[in-house]
């Protein structure tokens, strides 16, 4: 069993930055995919960045292309943390914002980010 807590948001101004956390009691965050997605008001939830384990010994990352260049997702394996930071924040950046563990599908409660123009 896997429980997520994401933390870190709040209001910030355009160009901003933010950095997301995603801790887990339980397993090990290591051994699994880890993704963030977001959800603005009135629209689906949508990827946002994720991180797995690549069979050269390193974390493969990808992003969303509308968060490409400004999020980069993390990990601390000792603290069993997932991080998203966030830089260069826009206001449609703002949503709640999601992380999920794969395989298992164990999703946090979600961290309020706004971004005022």
């Known amino acids: 069993q896997v429980q997520l807590v994401e933390s870190g948001g709040g209001v910030v101004q355009a160009g901003g930055s933010l950095r997301l956390s995603c801790a887990s009691s339980?397993?090990?965050?290591?051994?699994?995919?880890i993704r963030w997605f977001r959800q603005a008001p009135g629209k689906e939830r949508e990827f946002v960045a994720h991180?797995?384990?690549?069979?050269?010994?390193?974390?493969?990352?990808d992003y969303a292309p509308s968060v490409k260049g400004r999020f980069t997702i993390s990990r601390d394996n000792a603290k069993n943390t997932v991080y998203l930071e966030m830089n260069n924040l826009k206001p449609e950046d703002t949503a709640v914002y999601y992380c999920?563990?794969?395989?298992?599908?164990?999703w946090g409660q979600g961290t309020q980010v706004t971004v005022s123009s």
């Open positions: 999920k563990t794969e395989p298992g599908d164990f």
């Open positions: 339980g397993r090990p965050l290591s051994e699994y995919t």
């Open positions: 991180s797995r384990w690549s069979t050269y010994g390193l974390y493969y990352r």
